[in-house]
């Protein structure tokens, strides 16, 4: 395996709980933003994609670019979320998928890839799903999706590591640092 690309900031989970957060929904906030994107018109609202290089994502200017839209638009109609929350879930969502799918293929067709995979939290992402699905029969993908019940958020990824490194007596000193972006 060969990693072609990653965010420069922040994750697509990440940017699905902000937007929640800014629609005054609870955490976590992706799995409602799919609940009430299903109700929504997803070409309501268009949003832009952060210009990153090659295969390398960023979430940040989404969240950003998404809170400004929600505070202008409440600015004139401070009722604007709550009589458009579907459509607003539902185009953001459509807008972050788009976006993943973006960079997915233009590294399918630079690299001939036919074999594609998802995990974490937003692999439970119905649109997500639906839209890897349909387009692995159209452009023939072997696609691979995990059962509902294993798309867990990396945090609980991370933590049950720890816990097989624990188990394994494998531990580090105190002059070791924290990194949130360790090269691979």
């Known amino acids: 395996m060969e990693v072609l690309g990653e965010t420069m900031d922040d994750a697509a989970g990440e940017a699905f709980d902000k937007?929640?957060?800014?629609?005054?929904?609870?955490?976590?906030?992706?799995?409602?933003?799919?609940?009430?994107?299903?109700?929504?018109?997803?070409?309501?609202?268009?949003?832009?994609?952060?210009?990153?290089?090659?295969?390398?994502?960023?979430?940040s200017g989404l969240k950003t670019q998404f809170m400004n839209f929600i505070n202008k638009n409440k600015q004139s109609n401070p009722n604007f979320v709550e009589e458009n929350l579907n459509d607003i879930c539902a185009s953001y969502q459509k807008h972050i998928i788009d976006y993943l799918f973006k960079k997915l293929t233009h590294a399918i067709k630079e690299y001939q890839i036919?074999?594609?995979?998802?995990?974490?939290g937003v692999s439970a992402n119905s649109a997500l799903r639906q839209r890897l699905e349909s387009e692995g029969v159209k452009h023939g993908w072997n696609v691979f999706i995990p059962e509902f019940q294993f798309c867990t958020d990396n945090a609980a990824m991370i933590?049950?590591?720890?816990?097989?490194?624990?188990?394994?007596?494998?531990?580090?000193?105190?002059?070791?640092?924290?990194?949130?972006?360790?090269?691979?």
Request: aromatic share 16%; net charge positive.
């Open 114 to 120: 036919k074999d594609i995979a998802i995990a974490g």
């Open 19 to 59: 937007a929640a957060k800014l629609l005054g929904l609870p955490y976590p906030g992706g799995p409602l933003v799919d609940k009430y994107g299903k109700l929504g018109n997803a070409d309501k609202f268009e949003f832009t994609f952060p210009q990153t290089e090659g295969f390398t994502y960023s979430f």
């Open 159 to 184: 933590a049950m590591t720890g816990y097989f490194q624990f188990l394994n007596n494998d531990f580090s000193n105190q002059s070791v640092s924290p990194t949130a972006r360790m090269k691979i």
